[in-house]
């Protein structure tokens, strides 16, 4: 739905880095038009902004949230690292009990935090991939910054706002 807003959680410098990487070398590049990202929210309408402004601003007033790269994802057709985090699922929580009514049924459905690194490849492409990446795959930590407000448009994301945690 063009238009709908996207929040994701900011990855650190180092983590964005290292994962857009990993996304540049295995996404198609025709269908990769935006860079590494950990979505939470995929399409909530636009006219809910001011309202979801005004929660993330209170949201990101704490600590940000301790995470990890806690595995694999075979997506079928790519490949994902499934990310862990008590903290960001409060977080998803948080927002959505606020936003009730207004989520889609693939928001309202709970979320699966991940990282997308490849999608829309054959199975047997993703089944490599995962299979070459699992030989030296270590759980890491990973670092959430902050938490991004984005405008979906058709493919693209523009970028509407950054809101960093600043807590102690």
Do not use: C
Not at 41 to 63: G, N
Not at 78 to 101: K, M, N, P, Q
Not at 131 to 156: H, M, T, V
């Amino acid at each position: 739905m063009a238009g709908a807003l996207i929040v994701t959680a900011e990855l650190g410098p180092q983590d964005f880095a290292w994962l857009n990487g990993l996304r540049s070398r295995h996404y198609p590049p025709e269908r990769n038009q935006v860079p590494a990202h950990l979505t939470m929210f995929h399409a909530i309408p636009p006219s809910a902004e001011q309202e979801l402004r005004t929660r993330l601003k209170a949201v990101v007033r704490r600590r940000a949230p301790i995470a990890h790269i806690a595995g694999l994802m075979n997506l079928g057709g790519g490949v994902a690292f499934r990310v862990t985090s008590d903290d960001l699922d409060s977080v998803w929580h948080e927002i959505a009990d606020s936003l009730h009514g207004l989520l889609s049924a693939q928001d309202g459905g709970g979320w699966r935090p991940h990282v997308t690194i490849q999608n829309k490849v054959v199975p047997k492409a993703a089944r490599q991939l995962i299979d070459s990446l699992q030989k030296a795959f270590e759980p890491r930590p990973l670092k959430i910054s902050g938490l991004g407000l984005y405008s979906y448009l058709g493919g693209s994301w523009e970028r509407l706002g950054s809101f960093a945690f600043r807590g102690a």
